[in-house]
């Protein structure tokens, strides 16, 4: 995951908590919380289709939302279609989606560290659009340099999450939560399950908390939650 000089505490809230050297095995175990919740909720992951860091206050701690973010009302789910590419306008990020299974554990396979800068989709689950939660994972960081979701922690209420489609179309998400889930007390359907049924919904995930030197892992994940709000061509 490796040193970031280059980048200040500002860009990154967990980079005064984490040493300059942690290797990138060390991704790989944070990946446990969400072989701990597909084991504990995989069957309602699937059966929905019809078709980094914030404070670590707790087992699911909450950014928090502005009283005075108006948040938009849903949009009506879309049909199943495969993700081309997430654009985030506020970051900047602009990445290729691939889909992803499992692995020999169980656990969502992430891209691999050469394809530091690419998103990927647990194709087994939701297409993002249609009813139900679309969840996809990114690294944070490698061992040189920052990932494609080393910044999600900085997301706000309100803001964009745009899925390019291969049906053409383009599903626009608006954020309504960002959270910190620690491996300690870990709730899979607080964390992956629908916030609302009938919603067309979706999930960034990335590692978050702090950097636990006993077990070489970071704490938690971040979990970046949204709802379809609108579409375009």
Same mark, same amino acid.
């Given at each position: 995951?490796?040193?970031?000089?280059?980048?200040?505490?500002?860009?990154?809230?967990?980079?005064?908590?984490?040493?300059?050297?942690?290797?990138?095995?060390?991704?790989?175990?944070?990946?446990?919380?969400?072989?701990?919740?597909?084991?504990?909720?995989?069957?309602?992951?699937?059966?929905?289709?019809?078709?980094?860091?914030?404070?670590?206050?707790?087992?699911?701690?909450?950014?928090?939302?502005?009283?005075?973010?108006?948040?938009?009302?849903?949009?009506?789910?879309?049909?199943?279609?495969?993700?081309?590419?997430?654009?985030?306008?506020?970051?900047?990020?602009?990445?290729?989606?691939?889909?992803?299974?499992?692995?020999?554990? $169980?656990?969502? *396979?992430?891209? !691999?560290?050469?394809?530091? &800068?690419? /998103?990927?989709?647990? +194709?087994?689950? @939701?297409?993002? =659009?249609?009813?139900?939660?679309?969840?996809?994972?990114?690294?944070?960081?490698?061992?040189?340099?920052?990932?494609?979701?080393?910044?999600?922690?900085?997301?706000?209420?309100?803001?964009?999450?745009?899925?390019?489609?291969?049906?053409?179309?383009?599903?626009?998400?608006?954020?309504?939560?960002?959270?910190?889930?620690?491996?300690?007390?870990?709730?899979?359907?607080?964390?992956?399950?629908?916030?609302?049924?009938?919603?067309?919904?979706?999930?960034?995930?990335?590692?978050? $908390?702090?950097? *636990?030197?006993? !077990?070489?892992?970071?704490? &938690?994940? /971040?979990?970046?939650? +949204?709802?379809? @709000?609108?579409? =375009?061509?």
């Amino acid at each position: 995951m490796g040193k970031h000089e280059h980048l200040s505490a500002d860009d990154h809230p967990a980079d005064r908590a984490r040493p300059s050297h942690t290797g990138r095995l060390l991704t790989g175990v944070a990946w446990v919380v969400l072989l701990l919740g597909l084991w504990l909720w995989g069957r309602e992951v699937t059966d929905v289709r019809p078709g980094t860091s914030a404070p670590d206050t707790g087992d699911m701690a909450a950014v928090g939302r502005p009283p005075d973010v108006d948040l938009p009302p849903p949009h009506r789910p879309l049909g199943n279609a495969l993700p081309q590419r997430v654009d985030v306008p506020q970051l900047g990020i602009q990445a290729p989606v691939v889909a992803r299974g499992l692995d020999g554990q $169980g656990a969502i *396979d992430p891209p !691999s560290y050469d394809q530091a &800068a690419v /998103v990927g989709w647990y +194709a087994a689950g @939701t297409s993002p =659009g249609a009813a139900g939660t679309a969840l996809m994972v990114g690294h944070v960081d490698t061992e040189t340099r920052p990932a494609v979701f080393y910044k999600i922690s900085a997301m706000k209420p309100g803001e964009k999450v745009r899925v390019f489609r291969d049906d053409g179309e383009i599903a626009e998400f608006t954020v309504d939560d960002v959270q910190v889930v620690t491996r300690d007390r870990f709730d899979a359907q607080q964390a992956y399950g629908p916030r609302r049924t009938g919603r067309a919904e979706l999930r960034l995930i990335t590692c978050g $908390g702090s950097f *636990d030197q006993a !077990s070489r892992s970071y704490t &938690a994940n /971040v979990i970046v939650s +949204a709802y379809l @709000t609108g579409t =375009g061509p």
